[in-house]
């Protein structure tokens, strides 16, 4: 019972860590959008943070240096394109606006924020104008729509929690191998004992 439990406690961690928040946001080709990122942390260190925002997992969109209030590598493509909040830095606020956004823009924007390994997610949905249709207000056009919807994602703690259960896994069956393999052998102790004493008790009644 109590290894059951166990079982699914280290389970429960890992579906925890894998299901993570990804937040939607739904901009209009040209316009400027938000990519949130905050921290769940509430006392920030500004001299030790530093957040990595990624494109697609290679592409650099900035480095943001809380402490100095600036933004350090950057791919040519973001250049004069991103907008940083430092005033929000104190918050635990690092999201960052993207201006002039092209169809490329579009895919999954990393925060990783340094100082409590935090890592958010944001998909960017790149739309056509509908401004002529009338379905899309200025407000929208000018700031996206952002959608938090929860989806399957890999973690970056993933595959060692796996690996660590795996193994807590087999380290229990071993144990259990060797008890139950200690269990017989010590039943069949006793029997053998006990067959040797019933024979020599009966060497003893013939002998009388």
Not at 42 to 70: E, M
Not at 78 to 104: M, V
Not at 155 to 173: H, M, N, R
Not at 194 to 206: I, K, L, N, P, T
Request: net charge negative; proline share 3%.
């Amino acid at each position: 019972m109590i290894i059951s439990c166990g079982f699914i406690c280290v389970f429960a961690v890992l579906i925890n860590k894998v299901f993570l928040q990804v937040t939607v946001v739904e901009a209009v080709i040209g316009s400027s959008v938000v990519l949130p990122c905050s921290s769940t942390e509430h006392d920030h260190n500004l001299q030790d943070i530093h957040v990595f925002w990624r494109h697609n997992g290679s592409k650099i969109v900035c480095d943001i240096i809380p402490s100095s209030h600036s933004q350090g590598n950057q791919d040519s493509e973001y250049k004069n394109r991103t907008e940083l909040f430092p005033e929000e830095y104190e918050r635990g606020n690092f999201s960052i606006k993207l201006h002039d956004l092209i169809y490329a823009d579009a895919g999954k924007y990393s925060c990783l924020i340094t100082h409590s390994s935090e890592q958010k997610t944001v998909q960017l949905i790149i739309k056509e104008s509908t401004a002529e249709k009338g379905t899309i207000s200025t407000e929208q056009e000018n700031q996206g729509t952002t959608k938090p919807s929860s989806v399957w994602i890999p973690s970056p703690w993933l595959w060692g929690g796996i690996v660590f259960s795996i193994v807590i896994v087999i380290l229990i069956v071993i144990v259990i191998g060797f008890i139950l393999v200690y269990l017989r052998k010590k039943s069949s102790s006793n029997l053998s004992a006990g067959g040797h004493s019933m024979s020599s008790d009966a060497h003893e009644v013939r002998t009388l």
